[in-house]
C-alpha cells in the first residue's frame, strides 16, 4: 500500500474516532446538566440546587442513604448536629473517598448548630463537633439551625422549665452570627448561613454583621410559599433552600387535584412537579428519602419546564399551612413565626 493512501486510510480512522468521542462528551455533558444545576452564592461559591436531606434517619440510615443519592448522582447533602447521624454520614463519605468514587471537591456538605450553641465561641465548638462527628476538614456551608438560642451547659438538647417552656439562651443572635463569621475566617466553613430566620431577624444580621448571610433555609411547599420571605432573600443576594418540599409526603400535597393535573401534562409524578416548582422559583431544594427509586425520581425533574400559567396555579395552594414548629418556644423572644 503506498504512503499517501496509508495517510488518507489513517486520517479518516483518526477524523471516526475524534468524532465518537465528540458525540460521547456531548452526551456526557448532556447528561450532566440535566442532572442538577450549580447556583453561585453570594461570596462565589457553588452550590448543586438540589440536595439529600437526612432528617429522622439514624446513623445506619444516613450511611446508606449517602451512598445510594451519590450512587445515582446526588452531590449535596444535607445534615445537622441535632439529627443524630453525622457519623453515618461521615462513615459514608469516608468509604466514597477511600473507593475513588469521590473527591472532597465533588461533594458539597451542609450542617447546623443547635440551639444550644448559641454564642460567638459555642458555635465555634458546635461546628467543630460536626466537623469530627463527620470526619471533615470544613463544612461547604455552616447554618444556625433557629434563631431560638436554648440555655447551654446542661445535657438537655431542649432544658425545659417546670412548665414545658424552653429555657432561652441569654446570647443574641448576632453575638452567635459573630461566631459563624469566625468560622468562615478560619476556614472551617466555606459559606454560612441560617435556618428559620424571618425578615427582621435577617435584617438585624445584615444591619450589624461583617459578613451577610449567603443561605436561609426554611420550610417551603406549594402548602407554604413564603412568597415575602423568598423575596426578601432574593432581593438581598441570600440563596433560599426549602426542607420539607413535599411536605414530608403529606398525602393532602401528594393527591391535590391542580399538582396531579399538571404532572399527568408531563407526564410526571406529583412529587416531580414540587421540586421543579421549587427549582423553577429559584430555590434550592433539600428532599428526603432512603429508597433508591425515589431519590431517582425526586433528581429526574431537569427536562422539562412548568409553564408561566402552571406556576400560577401552583401559586394559589398556598394555605400557610406550617408543618415544622419547636413545641415550647412560642414564647422565646426569637420565635421566628411571628414576624
Known amino acids: ?191 454560612i448561613g441560617v435556618s428559620n430566620f424571618n425578615i427582621r431577624q435577617l435584617e438585624r444580621i445584615i444591619r450589624q454583621a461583617s459578613i451577610k448571610p449567603s443561605v436561609n433555609q426554611f420550610e417551603r411547599h406549594p402548602f407554604l410559599i413564603q412568597q415575602e420571605l423568598v423575596n426578601y432573600c432574593q432581593n438581598h443576594s441570600i440563596a433560599v433552600i426549602a426542607y420539607s418540599p413535599l411536605r414530608q409526603a403529606d398525602p393532602q400535597l401528594l393527591e391535590n387535584p391542580v399538582l396531579k393535573d399538571i404532572a399527568q401534562t408531563h407526564n410526571k409524578t406529583v412529587a416531580q412537579v414540587a421540586l421543579r416548582w421549587q427549582i423553577e422559583s429559584g430555590v434550592i431544594v433539600i428532599a428526603k428519602s432512603s429508597r433508591k427509586e425515589r431519590l431517582i425520581e425526586n433528581m429526574d425533574i431537569f427536562d422539562y419546564q412548568l409553564s408561566d400559567q402552571e406556576m400560577k396555579r401552583i401559586s394559589t395552594l398556598d394555605q400557610n399551612k406550617r408543618l415544622i414548629d419547636i413545641p415550647g418556644i412560642q414564647s422565646h423572644s426569637e420565635y421566628p413565626f411571628d414576624n
Open 1 to 191: 500500500m503506498s504512503k499517501p493512501i496509508k495517510l488518507i486510510i489513517l486520517g479518516a480512522i483518526s477524523g471516526f474516532i475524534c468524532m465518537v468521542l465528540l458525540v460521547w462528551l456531548c452526551s456526557r455533558s448532556s447528561a450532566e446538566k440535566e442532572s442538577y444545576a450549580l447556583i453561585r452564592l453570594n461570596n462565589g461559591q457553588l452550590i448543586p440546587n438540589i440536595g439529600l436531606g437526612t432528617w429522622a434517619m439514624d446513623d445506619d440510615q444516613a450511611r446508606e442513604a449517602v451512598k445510594e443519592a451519590v450512587s445515582v448522582g446526588y452531590r449535596h447533602i444535607d445534615t445537622a448536629w441535632r439529627y443524630g447521624n453525622e457519623v453515618g454520614v461521615g462513615q459514608a463519605l469516608k468509604e466514597l473517598f477511600e473507593s475513588k468514587q469521590l473527591t472532597r471537591d465533588d461533594i458539597f456538605i451542609t450542617s447546623k448548630i443547635w440551639n444550644t450553641f448559641h454564642s460567638r465561641q459555642l458555635a465555634v465548638k458546635g461546628i467543630e463537633e460536626s466537623l469530627k462527628n463527620l470526619g471533615l476538614d470544613y463544612l461547604d456551608l455552616a447554618l444556625i439551625h433557629w434563631p431560638t438560642g436554648f440555655k447551654a451547659g446542661t445535657d438537655d438538647i431542649y432544658p425545659r422549665r417546670d412548665d414545658g417552656s424552653i429555657m432561652p439562651s441569654d446570647n443574641d443572635i448576632v453575638d452567635t452570627w459573630r461566631g459563624m463569621e469566625d468560622l468562615y475566617r478560619n476556614g472551617l466553613a466555606k459559606s
